[in-house]
């Protein structure tokens, strides 16, 4: 039985749903779950201009080359043994994955900040802003390329600030089969034509 902290008024609207930006890069961060890195999981999730999701992708194999015969890891002396030359990077993969005739003035939730080559792509595609959670890499050569490509074409990027340090997905925490309708749903009884009121969930 709910306490009385957390009984909820049905009239009025729920105060503590899901912000946009928290939305967002939760869908992100759920996409990078995908991702069969053992080191590093991200995903990324583009937006556009009316909050609808346009596009996700996450990091791993391109398609038709099997996860399971190409390398995973960075320590090879012999590149070609190593991840590098071969993963697409979330970025990459939610463009390619999209939805829309374009990304065109969308933006994009991500988890690490875009390396050069994704920024190449993201400026491109005409995305326009880049919402990132973390900096990492900022003193890598590849991050410092990204940014000056980033700040030559005018795409925006800014870190993303959680409200929530965590946003837990419990499939038992909507339990649709034990919610009751206040007032009850109606039905119709098809033999007298009128309708009955009927609650299929008493409580």
Request: without cysteine.
């Given at each position: 039985m709910d306490s009385p902290s957390t009984?909820?008024?049905?009239?009025?609207?729920?105060?503590?749903?899901l912000e946009w930006p928290e939305y967002f890069m939760a869908t992100a961060f759920l996409a990078?779950?995908?991702s069969k890195d053992p080191c590093s999981q991200v995903g990324a999730c583009i937006v556009n201009e009316n909050n609808i999701i346009v596009g996700i992708g996450y990091n791993g194999m391109p398609k038709g080359c099997a996860d399971d015969e190409f390398p995973w890891g960075k320590e090879s002396k012999?590149?070609?043994e190593n991840k590098y030359l071969y993963v697409c990077h979330a970025e990459l993969n939610a463009i390619l994955n999209k939805n829309s005739v374009d990304v065109r003035n969308c933006?994009?939730?991500?988890?690490?900040?875009?390396c050069n080559e994704c920024a190449k792509v993201l400026i491109q595609s005409g995305i326009k802003e880049v919402?990132?959670?973390?900096?990492?890499?900022?003193?890598?050569?590849?991050?410092?390329?990204s940014k000056r490509l980033l700040d030559a074409s005018g795409v925006k990027y800014r870190q993303f600030i959680p409200k929530n340090r965590k946003i837990v997905i419990d499939f038992d925490e909507i339990n649709w089969n034990d919610q009751s309708q206040v007032p009850s749903s109606p039905m119709v009884n098809h033999l007298s034509g009128q309708v009955e009121e009927m609650n299929l969930n008493p409580q």
């Open positions: 009984v909820r008024n049905i009239n009025k609207k729920r105060e503590d749903f990078a779950k995908r012999n590149n070609l933006t994009i939730y991500v988890g690490l900040f875009p919402i990132y959670m973390s900096d990492k890499h900022a003193t890598k050569l590849s991050t410092l390329a």
